[in-house]
């Protein structure tokens, strides 16, 4: 199936097909909470770009019930010229959900989307720093110049909570005051699809905590538990930005992202004995395969320690 380029307008398409049921589909999502904000917006950006996929060849005229499966594998084939395989997949997901929302609510009939053979990802192993480079952040952090007591602590806290807790950065950005009880060490999350669970982040979390509290003064309660500068919820772009700072300032790669703490936090308490199930509800991860990917890291150490240790390596 050939294809004319969709003409464009500052970045946006000038027109889009079927997109009254893809808002409809949207505004439901996020209003029962199934999909967080940005989800919803990736969603959308997928579904619009497949609806003028649809439309360049001047054959569709926005309505779904006409979608079929060769449709389907033809933007798959299309797209993988372009696009790498996990933009491919994500775009595929975004269709499947829209699908399915469709069909059970009469929309279509059919599932042109069932047996869809999509390309095989490159099983990549996630980046995430060592306990040795950690400890070297976390010192780091509380010697930076410039930066007022409160400040410091604050960074603290969010740098420990990360990693003591193996938390999303959206996650340590939605704790309020009460989620965190620092009498246990326990702090309650709101995950993906609003699944609520509760785990543990530590001591050394715990006490930056503390600190913070004690030097902004005023009990977090039922606000926000880290704040801006200027006040209010922080903003994981902030967060992220004070990462890229630190990691500057303790020489080490300013790639690393909020999330590679996650991995650390993972890989760490599995290299040091921790079930793998247990790292799985520490995560919140829906799948234990998911949560499988860092036994794959472990392994990499026990395979350089045997290397170095045993006498026939």
Not at 146 to 165: F, H, K, N, V
């Amino acid at each position: 199936m050939s294809r004319r380029p969709v003409q464009e307008e500052d970045g946006e398409p000038t027109d889009w097909p079927g997109s009254a049921l893809v808002s409809d589909f949207l505004t439901r999502q996020l209003a029962g909470r199934r999909l967080a904000a940005r989800s919803c917006l990736t969603y959308g950006r997928s579904l619009k770009g497949f609806a003028l996929w649809m439309k360049s060849d001047g054959g569709w005229d926005g309505d779904w019930s006409k979608l079929t499966a060769r449709h389907l594998r033809d933007f798959v084939i299309e797209r993988q010229a372009t696009h790498n395989r996990r933009s491919v997949h994500n775009q595929v997901s975004a269709l499947r959900a829209f699908l399915s929302d469709l069909r059970e609510r009469g929309g279509i009939t059919t599932t042109p989307a069932a047996g869809l053979v999509l390309p095989k990802l490159p099983r990549s192993l996630p980046k995430f720093l060592t306990e040795a480079q950690t400890d070297t952040l976390m010192d780091s952090a509380e010697a930076t110049e410039g930066d007022s007591p409160q400040t410091l602590a604050r960074d603290m806290a969010i740098l420990e909570l990360l990693y003591g807790g193996g938390l999303r950065v959206s996650e340590l950005c939605g704790i309020s005051g009460g989620d965190l009880d620092l009498g246990s060490g326990l702090v309650r999350l709101m995950g993906k699809g609003s699944k609520e669970r509760v785990v543990p982040v530590g001591d050394s979390a715990v006490k930056a905590v503390q600190t913070y509290l004690a030097l902004r003064g005023v009990p977090a309660r039922g606000g926000a538990l880290l704040l801006a500068a200027r006040g209010g919820r922080l903003h994981p772009r902030a967060v992220q930005l004070m990462l890229k700072k630190k990691l500057l300032l303790a020489g080490l790669p300013a790639d690393l992202t909020p999330h590679k703490l996650r991995h650390a936090c993972a890989t760490h308490l599995l290299s040091n004995g921790a079930d793998l199930r247990l790292v799985q509800e520490q995560l919140g991860h829906a799948s234990l395969s998911t949560t499988q990917i860092y036994t794959h890291l472990s392994v990499a150490k026990l395979r350089e320690v045997h290397r170095k240790s045993h006498p026939r390596a």
